[in-house]
């Protein structure tokens, strides 16, 4: 089994990514809302498409503002713009640093569970054979092992 993940933090690195998460939550708390998922859904996304769309459309604003009803606030929609542009120079880097937390995160997981999964198979083989041990260790796993519900079985409680 070749080993890919070896992610180790030192005590003052770990510490130092702490207060570094915890130095980011406290400046942007105060500035950063939380959207229900029905909000989330229902409100039109700009991506990097509609960019330059809303860019143009706030100059085209400014340049003829006696064809703009007094209903849009260009002032607040400019201010939102500009929230998003400095929105997404943050955002880029922290998901980048997200997706290889989780891919760290996920191919360490399944190295660590296939290692697991030999273990449990040697146990098993070794309890065949008598050896001391090896049946209480078999046992404790399989109560522990995640077993999904399969076809036209129920799953029992233990």
């Given at each position: 089994?070749?080993?890919?993940?070896?992610?180790?933090l030192?005590?003052?690195?770990?510490?130092?990514?702490?207060?570094?998460?915890?130095?980011?939550?406290?400046?942007?708390?105060?500035?950063?809302?939380?959207?229900?998922?029905?909000?989330?859904?229902?409100?039109?996304?700009?991506?990097?498409?509609?960019?330059?769309?809303?860019?143009?459309?706030?100059?085209?604003?400014?340049?003829?503002?006696?064809?703009?009803?007094?209903?849009?606030?260009?002032?607040?929609?400019?201010?939102?713009?500009?929230?998003?542009?400095?929105?997404?120079?943050?955002?880029?880097?922290?998901?980048?640093?997200?997706?290889q937390?989780?891919?760290?995160?996920?191919?360490?997981?399944?190295?660590?569970?296939?290692?697991?999964?030999?273990?449990?198979?040697?146990?098993?083989?070794?309890?065949?054979?008598?050896?001391?041990?090896?049946?209480?260790?078999?046992?404790?796993?399989?109560?522990?092992?995640?077993?999904?519900?399969?076809k036209?079985?129920?799953?029992?409680?233990?």
């Amino acid at each position: 089994m070749e080993n890919k993940v070896s992610f180790q933090l030192t005590e003052e690195e770990d510490k130092q990514v702490r207060d570094a998460i915890e130095l980011l939550s406290t400046i942007l708390k105060a500035k950063l809302i939380t959207l229900a998922p029905d909000d989330r859904k229902e409100l039109p996304k700009m991506g990097d498409k509609t960019v330059a769309f809303v860019d143009k459309s706030l100059e085209y604003a400014n340049a003829y503002p006696d064809y703009i009803p007094s209903f849009i606030n260009i002032p607040a929609a400019r201010a939102d713009f500009e929230a998003v542009k400095k929105l997404r120079s943050l955002a880029m880097p922290l998901e980048r640093i997200c997706n290889q937390v989780n891919d760290t995160m996920i191919l360490a997981g399944s190295e660590a569970y296939t290692a697991s999964l030999s273990i449990y198979k040697v146990l098993k083989n070794a309890a065949t054979m008598g050896q001391p041990g090896a049946d209480e260790a078999t046992k404790e796993l399989s109560n522990r092992f995640p077993r999904g519900k399969r076809k036209g079985e129920s799953v029992q409680n233990n």
